[in-house]
């Protein structure tokens, strides 16, 4: 994966008034890393959810077929 450098940093970094603010490169690929690894994270979270809810109705299935 390359890192991205200049302008195309800064155009992936946004201070809170809007505009791109402007730190080392260093900083705002560390603020861009940060900021993809929580949207990871995020999105591996509502798949652990739905896995356990597909876990959760297996099981109740199997209850039921074993009932029977």
Do not use: F, N, P
């Given at each position: ?5 200049g ?5 992936r ?13 260093y900083?705002?690929?560390r ?11 995020s999105?591996?979270?509502?798949l652990?959810?739905i896995?356990a809810?597909?876990s959760?109705?297996s ?5 039921i077929?074993?009932?029977?």
């Amino acid at each position: 994966m390359s890192l991205l450098q200049g302008q195309e940093l800064e155009k992936r970094t946004w201070s809170s008034s809007g505009r791109a603010s402007r730190a080392s490169d260093y900083e705002l690929q560390r603020r861009v890393q940060e900021a993809e690894r929580s949207l990871r994270e995020s999105r591996l979270w509502i798949l652990a959810i739905i896995s356990a809810i597909a876990s959760v109705l297996s099981a109740v299935a199997a209850i039921i077929a074993v009932s029977r």
